[in-house]
T-cell receptor, first 115, second 114 residues
Framework: EPEVTQTPSHQVTQMGQEVILRCVPI?????FYWYRQILGQKVEFLVS????????KSEIFDDQFSVERPDGSNFTLKIRSTKLEDSAMYFC?????????????FGQGTRLTVV | AQSVTQPDIHITVSEGASLELRCNYS??????LFWYVQSPGQGLQLLLK??????LVQGIKGFEAEFKRSQSSFNLRKPSVHWSDAAEYFC????????????FGGGTRVLVKP
């Protein structure tokens, strides 16, 4: 069964460092998303990506964040200068290419710990 | 703006008993509704979804949910809970107009007593 794959599963980084979270979406999907879940809180939308550009982003997704689909298979989330409050589980999701195909498939997540 | 409320933060249920998790949503048009389950340390697994048509939808693991437009609700049910159902359950609403981003409720943590 096709699945969304995220690496690494856990990353620890020092405050102020740059991190890149990687995702391999399901191969024929066209819509890609990043969500995050701070410990004990709800899952929050960060950004959606379609046709090689951001289609929507939340208030959380400020200038410190960027996304890229560098090679047609990977989908990355970069945080330029991490803050303690960026510690969270980050989920990548992908969705098929039709309007009716609204089911998003989620990866297992990357737990980011900023120290 | 779309929003989802899950009124129950924790629910404890005995194994074999029935389970109902509440979800209320706010959205201006017909929503797409989802229930996801998250086991400890795991990702989000889709249990079931509602797009249109029959308001009672069946999902995996013996779960079902009923869409009630008049009550803006999409409650999740299971007739007989198994110990492996202990997890956190998230209701979510999505909409085409918003690029199908999902808005999640706060989640309900289910504990199963032997």
């Amino acid at each position: 069964e096709p699945e969304v794959t995220q690496t690494p599963s856990h990353q620890v980084t020092q405050m102020g460092q740059e991190v890149i979270l990687r995702c391999v979406p399901i191969s024929n999907h066209l819509y890609f998303y990043w969500y995050r879940q701070i410990l004990g809180q709800k899952v929050e939308f960060l950004v959606s990506f379609y046709n090689n550009e951001i289609s929507e982003k939340s208030e959380i997704f400020d200038d410190q964040f960027s996304v890229e689909r560098p090679d047609g298979s990977n989908f990355t989330l970069k945080i330029r200068s991490t803050k303690l409050e960026d510690s969270a589980m980050y989920f990548c999701a992908s969705r098929g290419g039709t309007v009716l195909n609204t089911e998003a498939f989620f990866g297992q997540g990357t737990r980011l710990t900023v120290v | 703006a779309q929003s989802v409320t899950q009124p129950d933060i924790h629910i404890t249920v005995s194994e074999g008993a029935s389970l109902e998790l509440r979800c209320n949503y706010s959205y201006g048009a017909t929503p797409y509704l989802f229930w996801y389950v998250q086991s400890p340390g795991q990702g989000l697994q889709l249990l079931l979804k509602y797009f249109s048509g029959d308001t009672l939808v069946q999902g995996i693991k013996g779960f079902e949910a009923e869409f009630k437009r008049s009550q803006s609700s999409f409650n999740l049910r299971k007739p007989s809970v198994h110990w492996s159902d202990a997890a956190e359950y998230f209701c979510a609403v999505g909409a085409i107009a918003a690029g199908n981003k999902l808005t999640f409720g706060g989640g309900t943590r289910v504990l199963v007593k032997p």
